[in-house]
Each structure stands twice: as structure tokens, then as C-alpha cells.
């Protein structure tokens, strides 16, 4: 019973003042941070980091995870808005957000994503309350090989996503791959690709190449369009229920992607830009009818942004239970523990249960506040849809330059930003599917590492891949999603 | 806000000086506006303190409790710049091509930067940089998975020896885990005969793989061991630095198992540098405020609250963890080899 | 379609940009491969020399496809339905890809470049400028050339510039991001802002 009595303190810590207005105010910074290009989480965080020292432990911890759970939210407002994915978590919300939004349908796909990131994050946050010790043991059997095939996973969906040729698709996934290997090679200090400049020797960043195709290829684009991103004459009121109600009504879509979000975001170097994706593929596999997806279909947006916000629960899980942080937030949010005198490990669980509890409350509550903001506020942004793309274009190209040159204040992720803006701009209009080359950039690396780190485990077997029980599921998977449309009607015709 | 007001310039970015010298302010009551900086002495405007890191590191935590205390020792605003990248050789290069006026000084780690300049060299002479001193030590300690029962360095060499164990893991190939792992292995004293190093993106997921028995011992630094120790599933065998760790208090030093000092590369040495050719003045100067910020109340207290050990040390300390790791590494291990292994 | 003008002829004829889009990649592809065989650690050109060598064959068999027989042909365009079998082979001709958006033509503000290619080459030159005098100086610039161009009132140009230049500027202040200085002019910055 001293799990009860703990939550009760907790509930009790968290209602009082000033720590509400922590997460609040935690909240709509991490919006802003997501929703611009090149900020994000854990820039955002880290900034604010040595800001929280005179708050006290409670209220710091609060104020830093209400960051990270806006900046899910935030990063969906500008790609559903203007195809700018502000986080990598968002980019597969552009893919059904963003034509929704030239449908008119902005401030649906709005009221969507505010739904689906809150229901997304509260389950998973419950059942990061409920079973947090289960689930570390679960984390713990996901080993190097395990990662690959999950990297191999996903990628075996550029042929479920890939709308047109799949040879196109194949082609663009297997580019985006091959950026991805300029710079350092995972297993060894050997230079690829980099001229001897040191610019190069981190290689290409990935939210670099995601704001080049996404965000300036589109501009390019719409630049030649008149009127607004929306077509003209669409009535943009009234749709907001819809969109509650849209999100509601596909309660497996968001329970599968949330707990997608939550296991992908408890494997350290992955995270919410791999769990978008991965729930965004299944959603569409899983789909009666996969051809609307790319065309506003909501499921896509409900995927993308449950997942994300799902990820949030599962990333906390080694990092308090072990004090390994699995991405760039977790990272700044481990800082925060031990800046403020808290040390990750049993003791979080045991001495300190309270506290850990209030920052979990915290999120939860956060959830909520989400919804009210996102409902509320967020949708009434839907009016920029209808400016016209005179004035957003320049607006949107100079956030993206300086967005990207911020990264990491390197020219290289300019030169990535325009060069793939114009390469995505080919790629849409002939159809190279570029969802199978961003899959193939976020991807690529985590692939080819743990297919390195591996082979060094097994001295070069590949029977490590099918030795376990649980890497034989996910070998299992990879061939369902691979061969599965090709088999299944013609079993249906055998059977019938 | 109202100590805002009282800057009668508030120069650019002074956002995150005004922020970063929030905890200074909230504890000494003192803020960097005091103006009068004096004309033609050093400093004589902003400096500007260069991170090779992204923000929110270990190196970068430090920083931001660390400068703006120096800042105030010095009366002047120092902003803090990151420049990651390139396992910290871009911004250390940035530094090394900056004024030598004192206007920018940085800080990073030997012997990591080093071995990495070693193993891919860049386009100058790390060892030309000017010390300022250093401010803290971070030792590396090896954690074995619970389940092995490894009682202490002896015995890890023993279960190597045997075959018992064949594979050791640490931070990436070519980083200065490596390297430590093949100077024990190649040094006779240690004879720690790994068959097989496997490398992980930080010690973080190193310790991660040792929890799941993934590989069965891993070195690391000592903060990033502590939760996974505590937490009973791995066990720390020993303490690569002759000095020992506060992590761990108990944990005994290689050296006191009679293996051979290996501090060149057995901790992190955190320094501070200007570039070559730095004038001496504006390096005590600089060495003066580094000295007296770690002795304020506000670094004693974090330090203490924390466990971020604070530990002074002589501009000569500085120069001479990256001379050493110049010195010793090439003498100690095949740097070829370093390049060229894997498999 | 009798008022297309020359310069759109050369940049808007598709076949061309999709050329342009394929040999951009083969490239690529070809200089990667041949540096993967450069690399010291053979492990490290494995990934490379794979993923290379599936965008070189795949661009160069779509870049040649007209002159390849007709059945390869199909499967290199269609969709994924037509690898199934060959039983259900259905007629899907490349029409899907010479479609044309609604909004393609000439200048919508009447001038001798197409929108799209204008904003192309002024992101391009947004980019150099960037680098050369720094974002800071180079943000507003961009946005009253874009702005003029397409023919925006002064007031109204004025105020898109006034918001860029703040944008810079936040992130400059904010960010401690060094945008005021460029590689060219301003290598120091400004010390006034």
C-alpha cells in the first residue's frame, strides 16, 4: 500500500502552487520548441536546464517533462499547418496532416492530433504507473540483434507506404540510406565520404534532411500555387468536433500506435522519430483501404501522433530505472535528475517513489492540459491555411535555414536542407516516394550498426538473428510484411 | 526582473548569460552588471567560452554552473558557445583558430579529445594550446554483470585468461574506451586477454548491454555505472584511475591491486585552454578567476548536492594531460590497429 | 500552351528534370561505391557498397528505361501489384507520373521565370548569401527579394521583412546561435547588436 499512499502524496505535491503553472508554462515552451524547425525537445530543454536551478527539485522536473510532452504535440501544429515537421517525431504527420490541411480539413487534423497525443500519452504514462518494474524486464530483452531486425522492420515497410513504382521506392529508401553514411562509421573511426572536413565527420543530420524534403520542398511547390495552402472556398469552421470525434472512433489505430510509441521509445538511439514512422506503416498495412493514406486520411494523422506521445512513457523506463537516456531529451531530463540532486536507480522507485510519481502525474495532467491548449487555442491557427502562400513561403524558408543552421551551427546542414529541398521537390513530382527515403535516412544508421555490433557479438554468424525466441518473432514479422501481399490471395484462391 | 533594469547595456544574447547567471544570482545575490570593467586591462568586454559538446553533455552541465561564476570573478559576461561535432575536435579546432586576445577560451577532456585527434588527426596541433587549469576529474571504472560474481581486477583477468569470458565493451571503436581495452590488453602487466571488443554509442547503452548480458563487462565512466550498480545488476570491479572515484567510495584502483598506473588514460582530466601564443597575464587572470569560482558556495553547494566532483588543478596539469596522452598512447598501443580493428 | 516561353521548354520539360533528378543520384551512387572500396576497415564499406549498389542499378535501369523491352519496362514503373504475377497483368502505363498539377504554367506574377524555379534558385541564393554576410542579414534580404517579385505591396513587403529579421534575430538572442556573422563580410559580427 505504499505504492497508494505515495501516488496520493504525489497528487498532493503536484496540486499545490506554484507546481501547476510549472507544467503549464513547461508545456507551452516544449510547443514552441517542437513546432519550430531545428529546435525541438532537447535543444529546448537543454536551454532551459540551467534555468530551473532556483525551483527546486519538484517543480524543475515538472517543468522539464512538460517540455518534452509539448514538444511531441507542438512538433504536429506546424507540419499539419505548412508540411514542417518541427521534430522528427512528426514527420509521418505531415504525410496525412498536411493534405488535410489543403483539403481545408486544418483544423480537423488539428483537433485530431490534440485527441490522439492526449489518449496516446495518458495510457501510456498509466501503464508506465502500473507496471513500471515488468517493463523493464521487457526493455532488457531487446538486445543489439533485436534492434536491427526492428531497424529492418521498418524499413521492409517502404514497400507497404510506397504509393506508385516500387522499384522508385526502393531506389529513393536505399538514398536516403546512402546519405546516411557519410561520416564516422559506426564500428570504426574510419572517415567516409569526408573530404578530411570536419564538418563532415558527424555526416548528414537527419531533421536537417527531414526539413529540406518536407518543409522547402513543399514551398517550392505551393510557391507556384495561388490563394492559400487550402483550396479556395472551404468553410473552416465547425469541423472541430469532428476531429475529437474522428480520433475516438479508431480506438485500436491509438492504442496499437501508443504502445508502438511506448516500447520503441524504451530502446536507447531510436525513439519517437522511429516510432512514428513504424505506427504510421502499420496503421497503413493494417489499413482495408492503404490508398488513402498520403491523401488526409485522419488514421495516418491518429498513427503518427498517438505514437509519439506514447513514446514519452517508454523512454522514461531506463532512464530512471538505470540512469541511460535512450535519446537527446532523456538525456537533458537525466541531467535535470542529477542537477537537482536525484539519482536514478532503485532508490527513484524506493526512498524517492514520491517524487517519481509527481513527475508522472505531471505528465498525465499535462496530457490533459494538451487536449484543452490543442482544442481550444491550436485549432484557431487553422486560419493560416488560407493566407495567401506569398507571405508563407518566405516566412517558412527563412525558419528552415535558420532553423537547420542551428542544429548544430554547421553549413552542412544548410547545404542539407536546400540541396535535399530541391532533390525532394524532383522526388515528389516524379514520383520517388519520400517516405521511403526518410524511412531509409532514420533508419539506415540504426541498421547498419547493430548489424556491425552484432556480427562483432557473434564473431560473424548470422545465426544470432534466429536464435532467440524474440528475434525469431520479429524475423517472422519482416517476412510477413515483406511477402505477405504477394502469398495472401493466392492462399485465398487455394482456400476458396 | 528588476535586476534587468539595473544593466545599463543588456548586450546581445543576454537572455542566456541573464539566465545562466540566474543560480549565482538567486544565491549570492550578486549579478554580472556591475560595469566598470576597466579600460585596457584584461577582460576588457564579453568572452566567450566554447563547449565542444551539444548542450545539455556532461562537459556542457558543467560549464553552465562553472562560467558564470568565473564570470563574475571577472566581472563580465561569458557566453557559452557549443559547437559539437566530430568527437569534440571541431570546436577544439575553433578554438585553437581563435584570437589568442583571451576573448575566447574552451574547455575539454584529455585524454578523450586527444586520443581522437590521434586517431583521425585534424589540421592542427591540439598540444599548442595554452592550459588554464583544470576543474574536475572523471574517472573510469570496468562493471561486470552481477551474475559473474567478478570480485575484482585480479579475478576479471583471471576469467579472461581462462576463456571463461571472451568479449569487453565500452564506447565506440577508436574513442578512448578502446584504446584503454587494448593498452590492458597489450600491456604484460595486465595481460587482460579479450578476444573481442565490442563498441556502443556511449557508456550509457555500453552499461545497458552489460545489464542484459549482452557482453559481459564494460568500461565506463563512473557516474553513468552508478544507477545499474545500485541497482544490484551489475557489480563495479575496479577503478582505472590511481585516485579512486566518489562514486564509489569503496572501490578499490587497479593500482592498488599493483597494476600498473595507466592515468594518462584511466580518467578524464576536464580542462580549460586558450589558444597558442595566449599572452601569460590574461592566463593567471583567466587561472585566478577559474580558481576562486570553485571555492564560491554556489559550486560547493551544486558539487555537494550533486556528486559532480570539483577538483582544481595547475594550468601545468592541463598542458600536461594532453602531453601525456601524446606521449603514452603511441608508445603504448598501435595506433594502426586502433584504425583498422574490427572485424 | 502556345504562351510557353523558352526558358520553361528547358526547365519544365519533365522527361528532362526527371532525367536530371536520376543522374543526380546515379552519380552519387557511383562516386560512393568506388569510395567504398578506398576504406581501410572492411566492415565499415560493407553497408555503403551494398546501399550503393542497389541506387545505382535501380537509377540506371529507370533512366534507360524507354530503350528496355517492354515487359522490364512495365515493372520498373508500375506498382507493386504487377510484381505479383504475371496473370494479372495489368496495363499501367507511366501517365501517373507525367501528371501535372493544375498550378504548373509560366509565371503566375508575369514574369520570365517559372514560380517554381524562381523560388528554387532564391532559396539557393538565400543559402550562399547566408553563409557569405550571415542569416541575420541575409533572412530579410531574402524575403524582400522573394516579396518584390512576387509583386507584394511595399507595405506589406516591409512588414514580411520586419518578421524575418525578428525571427533571426530571437534565435540569435535566444538560441545563442552566431547568426550576425557571415564568412566573407562580417566575420566578426556586429559587437553593437
Same mark, same amino acid.
Given at each position: 500500500?505504499?505504492?497508494?499512499?505515495?501516488?496520493?502524496?504525489?497528487?498532493?505535491?503536484?496540486?499545490?502552487?506554484?507546481?501547476?503553472?510549472?507544467?503549464?508554462?513547461?508545456?507551452?515552451?516544449?510547443?514552441?520548441?517542437?513546432?519550430?524547425?531545428?529546435?525541438?525537445?532537447?535543444?529546448?530543454?537543454?536551454?532551459?536546464?540551467?534555468?530551473?536551478?532556483?525551483?527546486?527539485?519538484?517543480?524543475?522536473?515538472?517543468?522539464?517533462?512538460?517540455?518534452?510532452?509539448?514538444?511531441?504535440?507542438?512538433?504536429?501544429?506546424?507540419?499539419?499547418?505548412?508540411?514542417?515537421?518541427?521534430?522528427?517525431?512528426?514527420?509521418?504527420?505531415?504525410?496525412?496532416?498536411?493534405?488535410?490541411?489543403?483539403?481545408?480539413?486544418?483544423?480537423?487534423?488539428?483537433?485530431?492530433?490534440?485527441?490522439?497525443?492526449?489518449?496516446?500519452?495518458?495510457?501510456?504514462?498509466?501503464?508506465?504507473?502500473?507496471?513500471?518494474?515488468?517493463?523493464?524486464?521487457?526493455?532488457?530483452?531487446?538486445?543489439?540483434?533485436?534492434?536491427?531486425?526492428?531497424?529492418?522492420?521498418?524499413?521492409?515497410?517502404?514497400?507497404?507506404?510506397?504509393?506508385?513504382?516500387?522499384?522508385?521506392?526502393?531506389?529513393?529508401?536505399?538514398?536516403?540510406?546512402?546519405?546516411?553514411?557519410?561520416?564516422?562509421?559506426?564500428?570504426?573511426?574510419?572517415?567516409?565520404?569526408?573530404?578530411?572536413?570536419?564538418?563532415?565527420?558527424?555526416?548528414?543530420?537527419?531533421?536537417?534532411?527531414?526539413?529540406?524534403?518536407?518543409?522547402?520542398?513543399?514551398?517550392?511547390?505551393?510557391?507556384?500555387?495561388?490563394?492559400?495552402?487550402?483550396?479556395?472556398?472551404?468553410?473552416?469552421?465547425?469541423?472541430?468536433?469532428?476531429?475529437?470525434?474522428?480520433?475516438?472512433?479508431?480506438?485500436?489505430?491509438?492504442?496499437?500506435?501508443?504502445?508502438?510509441?511506448?516500447?520503441?521509445?524504451?530502446?536507447?538511439?531510436?525513439?519517437?522519430?522511429?516510432?512514428?514512422?513504424?505506427?504510421?506503416?502499420?496503421?497503413?498495412?493494417?489499413?482495408?483501404?492503404?490508398?488513402?493514406?498520403?491523401?488526409?486520411?485522419?488514421?495516418?494523422?491518429?498513427?503518427?501522433?498517438?505514437?509519439?506521445?506514447?513514446?514519452?512513457?517508454?523512454?522514461?523506463?531506463?532512464?530512471?530505472?538505470?540512469?541511460?537516456?535512450?535519446?537527446?531529451?532523456?538525456?537533458?531530463?537525466?541531467?535535470?535528475?542529477?542537477?537537482?540532486?536525484?539519482?536514478?536507480?532503485?532508490?527513484?522507485?524506493?526512498?524517492?517513489?514520491?517524487?517519481?510519481?509527481?513527475?508522472?502525474?505531471?505528465?498525465?495532467?499535462?496530457?490533459?492540459?494538451?487536449?484543452?491548449?490543442?482544442?481550444?487555442?491550436?485549432?484557431?491557427?487553422?486560419?493560416?491555411?488560407?493566407?495567401?502562400?506569398?507571405?508563407?513561403?518566405?516566412?517558412?524558408?527563412?525558419?528552415?535555414?535558420?532553423?537547420?543552421?542551428?542544429?548544430?551551427?554547421?553549413?552542412?546542414?544548410?547545404?542539407?536542407?536546400?540541396?535535399?529541398?530541391?532533390?525532394?521537390?524532383?522526388?515528389?513530382?516524379?514520383?520517388?516516394?519520400?517516405?521511403?527515403?526518410?524511412?531509409?535516412?532514420?533508419?539506415?544508421?540504426?541498421?547498419?550498426?547493430?548489424?556491425?555490433?552484432?556480427?562483432?557479438?557473434?564473431?560473424?554468424?548470422?545465426?544470432?538473428?534466429?536464435?532467440?525466441?524474440?528475434?525469431?518473432?520479429?524475423?517472422?514479422?519482416?517476412?510477413?510484411?515483406?511477402?505477405?501481399?504477394?502469398?495472401?490471395?493466392?492462399?485465398?484462391?487455394?482456400?476458396? | 526582473?528588476?535586476?534587468?533594469?539595473?544593466?545599463?547595456?543588456?548586450?546581445?544574447?543576454?537572455?542566456?548569460?541573464?539566465?545562466?547567471?540566474?543560480?549565482?544570482?538567486?544565491?549570492?545575490?550578486?549579478?554580472?552588471?556591475?560595469?566598470?570593467?576597466?579600460?585596457?586591462?584584461?577582460?576588457?568586454?564579453?568572452?566567450?567560452?566554447?563547449?565542444?559538446?551539444?548542450?545539455?553533455?556532461?562537459?556542457?552541465?558543467?560549464?553552465?554552473?562553472?562560467?558564470?561564476?568565473?564570470?563574475?570573478?571577472?566581472?563580465?559576461?561569458?557566453?557559452?558557445?557549443?559547437?559539437?561535432?566530430?568527437?569534440?575536435?571541431?570546436?577544439?579546432?575553433?578554438?585553437?583558430?581563435?584570437?589568442?586576445?583571451?576573448?575566447?577560451?574552451?574547455?575539454?577532456?584529455?585524454?578523450?579529445?586527444?586520443?581522437?585527434?590521434?586517431?583521425?588527426?585534424?589540421?592542427?596541433?591540439?598540444?599548442?594550446?595554452?592550459?588554464?587549469?583544470?576543474?574536475?576529474?572523471?574517472?573510469?571504472?570496468?562493471?561486470?554483470?552481477?551474475?559473474?560474481?567478478?570480485?575484482?581486477?585480479?579475478?576479471?583477468?583471471?576469467?579472461?585468461?581462462?576463456?571463461?569470458?571472451?568479449?569487453?565493451?565500452?564506447?565506440?571503436?577508436?574513442?578512448?574506451?578502446?584504446?584503454?581495452?587494448?593498452?590492458?590488453?597489450?600491456?604484460?602487466?595486465?595481460?587482460?586477454?579479450?578476444?573481442?571488443?565490442?563498441?556502443?554509442?556511449?557508456?550509457?547503452?555500453?552499461?545497458?548491454?552489460?545489464?542484459?548480458?549482452?557482453?559481459?563487462?564494460?568500461?565506463?565512466?563512473?557516474?553513468?555505472?552508478?544507477?545499474?550498480?545500485?541497482?544490484?545488476?551489475?557489480?563495479?570491479?575496479?577503478?582505472?584511475?590511481?585516485?579512486?572515484?566518489?562514486?564509489?567510495?569503496?572501490?578499490?584502483?587497479?593500482?592498488?591491486?599493483?597494476?600498473?598506473?595507466?592515468?594518462?588514460?584511466?580518467?578524464?582530466?576536464?580542462?580549460?585552454?586558450?589558444?597558442?601564443?595566449?599572452?601569460?597575464?590574461?592566463?593567471?587572470?583567466?587561472?585566478?578567476?577559474?580558481?576562486?569560482?570553485?571555492?564560491?558556495?554556489?559550486?560547493?553547494?551544486?558539487?555537494?548536492?550533486?556528486?559532480?566532483?570539483?577538483?582544481?588543478?595547475?594550468?601545468?596539469?592541463?598542458?600536461?594531460?594532453?602531453?601525456?596522452?601524446?606521449?603514452?598512447?603511441?608508445?603504448?598501443?598501435?595506433?594502426?590497429?586502433?584504425?583498422?580493428?574490427?572485424? | 500552351?502556345?504562351?510557353?516561353?523558352?526558358?520553361?521548354?528547358?526547365?519544365?520539360?519533365?522527361?528532362?528534370?526527371?532525367?536530371?533528378?536520376?543522374?543526380?543520384?546515379?552519380?552519387?551512387?557511383?562516386?560512393?561505391?568506388?569510395?567504398?572500396?578506398?576504406?581501410?576497415?572492411?566492415?565499415?564499406?560493407?553497408?555503403?557498397?551494398?546501399?550503393?549498389?542497389?541506387?545505382?542499378?535501380?537509377?540506371?535501369?529507370?533512366?534507360?528505361?524507354?530503350?528496355?523491352?517492354?515487359?522490364?519496362?512495365?515493372?520498373?514503373?508500375?506498382?507493386?501489384?504487377?510484381?505479383?504475377?504475371?496473370?494479372?497483368?495489368?496495363?499501367?502505363?507511366?501517365?501517373?507520373?507525367?501528371?501535372?498539377?493544375?498550378?504548373?504554367?509560366?509565371?503566375?506574377?508575369?514574369?520570365?521565370?517559372?514560380?517554381?524555379?524562381?523560388?528554387?534558385?532564391?532559396?539557393?541564393?538565400?543559402?550562399?548569401?547566408?553563409?557569405?554576410?550571415?542569416?541575420?542579414?541575409?533572412?530579410?534580404?531574402?524575403?524582400?527579394?522573394?516579396?518584390?517579385?512576387?509583386?507584394?505591396?511595399?507595405?506589406?513587403?516591409?512588414?514580411?521583412?520586419?518578421?524575418?529579421?525578428?525571427?533571426?534575430?530571437?534565435?540569435?538572442?535566444?538560441?545563442?546561435?552566431? +547568426?550576425?556573422?557571415?564568412?566573407?563580410? +562580417?566575420?566578426?559580427?556586429?559587437?553593437?547588436?
Amino acid at each position: 500500500m505504499a505504492v497508494v499512499g505515495s501516488l496520493l502524496e504525489a497528487g498532493q505535491i503536484l496540486m499545490s502552487w506554484p507546481t501547476p503553472l510549472w507544467v503549464v508554462v513547461g508545456l507551452l515552451l516544449g510547443m514552441i520548441a517542437g513546432a519550430l524547425p531545428g529546435i525541438g525537445s532537447s535543444l529546448g530543454m537543454a536551454i532551459v536546464l540551467p534555468l530551473t536551478l532556483p525551483l527546486g527539485p519538484i517543480n524543475a522536473l515538472c517543468l522539464l517533462v512538460s517540455m518534452y510532452s509539448g514538444a511531441m504535440y507542438g512538433g504536429s501544429i506546424a507540419a499539419i499547418l505548412v508540411n514542417v515537421p518541427g521534430t522528427g517525431a512528426a514527420a509521418a504527420t505531415t504525410f496525412d496532416g498536411y493534405p488535410m490541411s489543403k483539403q481545408g480539413r486544418a483544423v480537423e487534423a488539428l483537433a485530431i492530433s490534440a485527441t490522439s497525443s492526449t489518449v496516446g500519452g495518458v495510457l501510456t504514462i498509466l501503464t508506465l504507473i502500473a507496471v513500471s518494474p515488468i517493463l523493464i524486464e521487457v526493455v532488457l530483452l531487446f538486445g543489439t540483434p533485436e534492434y536491427f531486425l526492428m531497424a529492418v522492420l521498418g524499413l521492409s515497410m517502404i514497400g507497404v507506404v510506397a504509393s506508385g513504382s516500387v522499384v522508385k521506392a526502393i531506389v529513393a529508401g536505399a538514398f536516403g540510406m546512402l546519405l546516411t553514411t557519410i561520416g564516422i562509421a559506426p564500428n570504426s573511426p574510419e572517415l567516409r565520404y569526408t573530404f578530411g572536413n570536419l564538418s563532415l565527420y558527424n555526416g548528414i543530420d537527419f531533421i536537417a534532411a527531414l526539413i529540406g524534403m518536407f518543409a522547402i520542398a513543399e514551398m517550392i511547390k505551393i510557391s507556384a500555387q495561388k490563394g492559400g495552402i487550402a483550396k479556395e472556398g472551404v468553410d473552416l469552421s465547425g469541423n472541430l468536433l469532428d476531429g475529437v470525434r474522428t480520433a475516438i472512433r479508431h480506438p485500436v489505430t491509438i492504442l496499437k500506435s501508443s504502445f508502438i510509441g511506448m516500447f520503441i521509445g524504451a530502446i536507447p538511439g531510436s525513439g519517437a522519430t522511429v516510432s512514428n514512422f513504424i505506427s504510421y506503416g502499420e496503421a497503413m498495412r493494417s489499413s482495408d483501404d492503404p490508398d488513402k493514406f498520403g491523401d488526409g486520411e485522419p488514421k495516418g494523422v491518429i498513427a503518427s501522433e498517438s505514437s509519439n506521445n506514447g513514446t514519452i512513457g517508454g523512454s522514461l523506463i531506463p532512464t530512471i530505472s538505470f540512469g541511460i537516456p535512450g535519446s537527446g531529451s532523456t538525456a537533458v531530463l537525466l541531467g535535470g535528475l542529477l542537477m537537482h540532486g536525484l539519482r536514478p536507480g532503485p532508490q527513484l522507485f524506493d526512498a524517492e517513489l514520491a517524487t517519481t510519481y509527481t513527475f508522472m502525474l505531471a505528465l498525465l495532467v499535462g496530457n490533459v492540459v494538451i487536449f484543452c491548449i490543442g482544442i481550444f487555442l491550436v485549432t484557431r491557427l487553422g486560419f493560416l491555411t488560407q493566407v495567401d502562400t506569398n507571405y508563407i513561403v518566405p516566412i517558412i524558408v527563412v525558419l528552415s535555414m535558420i532553423g537547420g543552421y542551428t542544429l548544430r551551427t554547421n553549413w552542412i546542414d544548410v547545404v542539407t536542407v536546400v540541396g535535399l529541398g530541391l532533390l525532394g521537390y524532383l522526388m515528389v513530382k516524379y514520383n520517388y516516394s519520400v517516405i521511403a527515403f526518410v524511412l531509409g535516412v532514420v533508419l539506415g544508421p540504426i541498421a547498419e550498426e547493430n548489424l556491425l555490433r552484432s556480427l562483432e557479438l557473434s564473431n560473424g554468424t548470422y545465426s544470432i538473428f534466429v536464435t532467440k525466441p524474440l528475434s525469431l518473432i520479429l524475423v517472422v514479422c519482416i517476412l510477413i510484411i515483406l511477402f505477405g501481399p504477394f502469398v495472401k490471395p493466392r492462399l485465398e484462391r487455394v482456400l476458396s | 526582473m528588476t535586476s534587468e533594469d539595473k544593466c545599463h547595456r543588456i548586450g546581445r544574447r543576454s537572455f542566456l548569460k541573464y539566465s545562466s547567471a540566474m543560480s549565482a544570482l538567486a544565491i549570492t545575490g550578486l549579478a554580472g552588471c556591475t560595469g566598470d570593467s576597466g579600460s585596457g586591462e584584461y577582460p576588457s568586454g564579453d568572452l566567450e567560452y566554447i563547449v565542444p559538446f551539444s548542450e545539455g553533455g556532461g562537459t556542457d552541465t558543467y560549464a553552465r554552473q562553472v562560467i558564470p561564476e568565473m564570470g563574475n570573478e571577472l566581472d563580465t559576461n561569458i557566453e557559452i558557445r557549443n559547437v559539437p561535432g566530430a568527437a569534440s575536435l571541431r570546436g577544439t579546432g575553433e578554438l585553437h583558430h581563435s584570437e589568442p586576445d583571451g576573448s575566447t577560451f574552451g574547455g575539454f577532456n584529455p585524454p578523450s579529445t586527444p586520443v581522437s585527434a590521434m586517431v583521425n588527426p585534424p589540421d592542427y596541433d591540439m598540444q599548442e594550446l595554452v592550459g588554464v587549469g583544470a576543474y574536475a576529474r572523471t574517472p573510469f571504472v570496468i562493471v561486470a554483470n552481477s551474475s559473474y560474481g567478478v570480485e575484482n581486477m585480479a579475478d576479471l583477468v583471471s576469467r579472461y585468461q581462462s576463456g571463461d569470458l571472451t568479449t569487453f565493451s565500452g564506447k565506440s571503436k577508436g574513442g578512448v574506451d578502446h584504446v584503454l581495452a587494448l593498452t590492458m590488453q597489450g600491456n604484460s602487466d595486465y595481460d587482460l586477454a579479450w578476444e573481442n571488443y565490442v563498441g556502443y554509442d556511449g557508456s550509457g547503452p555500453a552499461v545497458q548491454a552489460v545489464i542484459s548480458d549482452e557482453t559481459p563487462a564494460c568500461i565506463s565512466t563512473d557516474t553513468a555505472a552508478e544507477g545499474a550498480v545500485s541497482d544490484g545488476r551489475v557489480d563495479a570491479v575496479t577503478c582505472l584511475s590511481s585516485e579512486g572515484t566518489s562514486v564509489f567510495p569503496d572501490l578499490q584502483p587497479v593500482t592498488e591491486e599493483d597494476f600498473p598506473n595507466i592515468d594518462y588514460l584511466g580518467q578524464l582530466r576536464r580542462c580549460m585552454f586558450v589558444p597558442p601564443e595566449t599572452e601569460n597575464n590574461v592566463v593567471q587572470t583567466l587561472t585566478g578567476a577559474l580558481e576562486s569560482a570553485l571555492q564560491t558556495d554556489a559550486i560547493q553547494d551544486w558539487s555537494e548536492e550533486t556528486g559532480n566532483v570539483i577538483e582544481y588543478g595547475e594550468p601545468q596539469a592541463a598542458e600536461d594531460a594532453v602531453a601525456s596522452a601524446f606521449e603514452q598512447v603511441p608508445e603504448n598501443v598501435d595506433l594502426d590497429q586502433v584504425r583498422e580493428a574490427s572485424n | 500552351m502556345n504562351a510557353k516561353s523558352w526558358s520553361e521548354n528547358i526547365v519544365e520539360n519533365d522527361t528532362v528534370k526527371e532525367k536530371v533528378l536520376l543522374l543526380v543520384m546515379t552519380a552519387i551512387s557511383g562516386y560512393m561505391l568506388w569510395g567504398a572500396t578506398q576504406f581501410t576497415a572492411a566492415s565499415s564499406a560493407r553497408f555503403p557498397r551494398l546501399v550503393a549498389t542497389v541506387v545505382l542499378v535501380g537509377s540506371l535501369l529507370l533512366l534507360v528505361r524507354e530503350y528496355l523491352p517492354g515487359p522490364l519496362r512495365q515493372a520498373l514503373v508500375s506498382e507493386g501489384a504487377a510484381f505479383e504475377a504475371s496473370e494479372e497483368f495489368v496495363e499501367k502505363g507511366e501517365e501517373v507520373e507525367e501528371m501535372t498539377s493544375p498550378e504548373e504554367g509560366i509565371s503566375s506574377v508575369d514574369r520570365p521565370l517559372h514560380d517554381s524555379v524562381f523560388t528554387a534558385l532564391a532559396v539557393v541564393g538565400y543559402a550562399v548569401l547566408g553563409y557569405a554576410i550571415g542569416l541575420l542579414w541575409a533572412s530579410p534580404i531574402f524575403v524582400a527579394v522573394y516579396a518584390r517579385w512576387f509583386r507584394i505591396n511595399t507595405l506589406r513587403t516591409g512588414l514580411l521583412t520586419g518578421i524575418s529579421f525578428g525571427i533571426a534575430y530571437v534565435f540569435m538572442i535566444v538560441l545563442n546561435v552566431e +547568426l550576425d556573422a557571415g564568412a566573407i563580410l +562580417l566575420t566578426g559580427g556586429v559587437p553593437w547588436l
